[in-house]
Nanobody
């Protein structure tokens, strides 16, 4: 069984920084794209940043220049360094990944449980 476990959320003042981590574990054959999404109260889940297996990245316009996504393929882990945080960054942040399980032939999307990020003004 494949699991994604996030860590690193919390409460921070505006202008501060946080680093989120998401580790994939279980019977994994390979991982393609990994990414971070967020959902604020009353809003739809949105893509924050994504990274492919060969380190191509994509960012939402609202976080460009402030957030950095990276991954460690050896550890099946993706990171999100969040700098210059704003109150509007407050949301539950979810990790997602496109994974082929070891005992399977198809690629599937997996999600973490989410971690709360709160930015105070």
């Amino acid at each position: 069984q494949v699991q994604l476990v996030e860590s690193g959320g919390g409460l921070v003042q505006a202008g501060g920084s946080l680093r989120l981590s998401c580790a994939a574990s279980g019977s994994i054959f390979n991982i393609k794209a990994m990414g971070w999404y967020r959902q604020a109260p009353g809003k739809q889940r949105e893509l924050v940043a994504a990274i492919t297996s060969d380190d191509n990245t994509n960012y939402a316009d609202s976080v460009k220049g402030r957030f950095i996504i990276s991954r460690d393929n050896a550890r099946s882990t993706v990171y999100l360094q969040m700098n210059s945080l704003k109150p509007e960054d407050t949301a539950v942040y979810y990790c997602g990944a496109n994974i082929r399980p070891r005992y399977g032939v198809s690629w599937e999307d997996y999600w973490g449980q989410g971690t709360q990020v709160t930015v105070s003004s």
